[in-house]
T-cell receptor, first 110, second 111 residues
Framework: RKEVEQDPGPFNVPEGATVAFNCTYSNSASQSFFWYRQDCRKEPKLLMSVYSSGNEDGRFTAQLNRASQYISLLIRDSKLSDSATYLCVVTIQGAQKLVFGQGTRLTINP | GAGVSQSPSNKVTEKGKDVELRCDPISGHTALYWYRQSLGQGLEFLIYFQGNSAPDKSGLPSDRFSAERTGGSVSTLTIQRTQQEDSAVYLC?????????FGPGTRLTVL
């Protein structure tokens, strides 16, 4: 079983729609949680960190459920520029490396 | 300011040859990481350097892979006797105390 699992998609949604991604992690010692964004043939970039209390950054909302070992990302009023692959990422307690899910590919259609 | 840079951006080599990939981290960043992204796969951790501490090599897939970091700055990832399954994008990242910033990667193709 992979340490971090995501639905690979692809998700194709119309502009303006709300889209949600889910992610599960298997290691209960997971300590920090992130969503990264990766555009085609580009490097990953941090989108936002994820906290137990939930956090929002503009149109983006991230949630963490430690009991269920589940992370989510919600994108409201989606834009064409949101088209990318979204990577769910965790770190394990005591380690610095990032553990990546395989990513969920999103395409926003005009 | 300058971000993480990597060279070459693309490398095509023949099976069995050795390759060296270079990473220049952001100035002042003490931590440096190498990851690999294969076609259709997620990013896979390879190795981590932190200051003068012994590196975490737990992600290196075989003894054909090695990396060094000279003077706490530039790092070189070496792959000896390359195999076709080594074809991937090799990404370097650096951090000070938080977010890891990625370089643009080196796309390695082994023929």
């Amino acid at each position: 079983r992979k340490e971090v699992e995501q639905d690979p998609g692809p998700f194709n949604v119309p502009e303006g729609a709300t889209v949600a991604f889910n992610c599960t992690y298997s290691n209960s010692a997971s300590q920090s949680f992130f969503w990264y964004r990766q555009d085609c043939r580009k490097e990953p970039k941090l989108l936002m960190s994820v906290y137990s209390s939930g956090n929002e950054d503009g149109r983006f909302t991230a949630q963490l459920n430690r009991a269920s070992q589940y992370i989510s990302l919600l994108i409201r009023d989606s834009k064409l520029s949101d088209s990318a692959t979204y990577l769910c990422v965790v770190t394990i307690q005591g380690a610095q490396k990032l553990v990546f899910g395989q990513g969920t590919r999103l395409t926003i259609n005009p | 300011g300058a971000g993480v840079s990597q060279s070459p951006s693309n490398k095509v080599t023949e099976k069995g040859k050795d390759v060296e990939l270079r990473c220049d981290p952001i100035s002042g960043h003490t931590a440096l990481y190498w990851y690999r992204q294969s076609l259709g796969q997620g990013l896979e951790f390879l190795i981590y350097f932190q200051g003068n501490s012994a590196p975490d090599k737990s992600g290196l897939p075989s003894d054909r892979f090695s990396a060094e970091r000279t003077g706490g700055s530039v790092s070189t990832l070496t792959i000896q006797r390359t195999q076709q399954e080594d074809s991937a994008v090799y990404l370097c990242a650096s951090s000070s105390q938080g977010e890891q910033f990625f370089g643009p990667g080196t796309r390695l193709t082994v023929l």
